[in-house]
């Protein structure tokens, strides 16, 4: 499908979600006159590579004039993955929202549950740090918690959003980062707080003045 004037975005759902958990940005972004473009993927199951490559496949049936990546959580690590791995052409600007960049703990707990060896590859994916991350690129991070020492979940070292700690969103190279004292981890992209800083970032390489 080809796709060209307004710019196009690409909303990527998290863990456990379908591309109808991103129903909320897809509405918004078309409302503020983007193309999007909505993939579902076997985040669940198959593991952040496995995906990167299906989400190549579905991006070669695309054209756009300037390509937005957007991803919530297990999706912003499919996001960092695919573009150090495949060279996408024109794209923009990246945000990731609770995107445990610097791996995290509580995928390292869900592994070690029963039957976890069903999702054992993404969790082991998740469970340490993205090992490379996009040259040239400007990624904004929007992290999500209480803005105190400890965040909504106890059992989750340093403030978190209840499932993903601050400290494991941050990485070196990000470009910016925009902070909101909000739970839970799985509706931090679903209002129009977080939509207004993504769309921000996007335009403007920054999340000022959002």
Known sequence: MNISGNPTVLLLHGYLRTARGMNYLKRFFIKNGFNTIVPTLPVTTAGIERCSDLLHDILSEHSWETLHMVGHSSGGRIILDILTRYDIPKIGNIVLISTPANGSVAAKFLSTLPYADRF??????????????????????????????????????????????????RFDGMHDFAFRRFRPHQLVHKNKKTANLIKNFLLTGSFANS
């Open 120 to 169: 054992s590859r993404t969790l082991a994916d998740l469970s340490v740090p993205a090992d490379k991350f996009p040259a040239g690129k400007k990624i904004g991070v929007i992290a999500a918690g209480t803005g105190m020492q400890f965040g909504f979940n106890p059992f989750i070292p340093g403030d978190n959003d209840d499932l993903v700690a601050v400290s494991e969103m």
